[in-house]
């Protein structure tokens, strides 16, 4: 079955460290985005790419980083500038880009970041 | 620019009763507006979504929505709520290279 794939599911970062979630769809979409998600709070935009080798700054891109090498994959790393790292993260697909056309997002299943 | 907003961070109902979820956007052009549901520790599921055709979208699990322009609303309804029921669930608008979602609408449903 197509679907996206997160890992890892949980993940704890050290202090001054950079972590690296990864996120591969099956689906042959071209768009792909990061979410970052916190208690009562919906989804915020990280980074979204329409396109292998693009991609933009969302809401709220301080503090992270992206890579879009190839269709299938768009990996996250949360750097060390990220003071605030812990939140639950969502990476999602759409055939187009929203507005360009009706198509949905298709979600992963998540990954928690903590800090030890 | 576009919004939405969901009117209620949670509601409670019984097994068996009706469910509303409210939900409330703003946006400039004609929008594509979608329904998710999140169960805990999960990705979000697409539930319904608007685009333009029937005002009245028919989901899955039972559930639909009415998109009302004037009201400028696209409420989630459902007959007969469900133990399984019990979820997250975000509206979300959809238009010229940007979504919004909403904050989310806790749904507890008791037995």
């Known amino acids: 079955d197509g679907g996206i794939t997160q890992s890892p599911k949980y993940l704890f970062r050290k202090e001054g460290q950079n972590v690296t979630l990864s996120c591969e769809q099956n689906?042959?979409?071209?768009?792909m985005y990061w979410y970052r998600q916190d208690p009562g709070q919906g989804l915020r935009l990280i980074y979204y790419?329409?396109?292998?080798?693009?991609?933009q700054k969302g809401d709220i891109a301080e503090g992270y980083s992206v890579s879009r090498e190839k269709k299938e994959s768009f990996p996250l790393t949360v750097t060390s500038a990220q003071k605030n790292p812990t939140a639950f993260y969502l990476c999602?697909?759409?055939?187009?880009?929203?507005?360009?056309?009706?198509?949905?997002?298709?979600f992963g299943d998540g990954t928690r970041l903590s800090i030890l | 620019a576009q919004s939405v907003t969901q009117l209620d961070s949670h509601v409670s109902v019984s097994e068996g009763t009706p469910v509303l979820l409210r939900c409330n956007y703003s946006?400039?052009?004609?929008?594509?507006l979608f329904w998710y549901v999140q169960h805990p520790n999960k990705g979000l599921q697409l539930l319904l979504k608007?685009?333009?055709?029937?005002?009245l979208v028919k989901g899955i699990n039972g559930f639909e929505a009415e998109f009302k322009k004037s009201e400028t609303s696209f409420h989630l309804t459902k007959p007969s709520a469900h133990m399984s029921d019990a979820a997250e669930y975000f509206c979300?608008?959809?238009?010229?290279?940007?979504?919004?979602f909403g904050a989310g609408t806790r749904l507890t449903v008791k037995p």
């Open positions: 999602a697909s759409s055939k187009n880009p929203p507005g360009r056309s009706n198509q949905p997002q298709h």
């Open positions: 689906l042959n979409h071209d768009a």
């Open positions: 790419s329409q396109i292998v080798n693009d991609f």
């Open positions: 946006s400039s052009y004609s929008p594509s």
């Open positions: 608007y685009t333009s055709a029937a005002t």
């Open positions: 979300v608008v959809s238009g010229l290279n940007d979504m919004r």
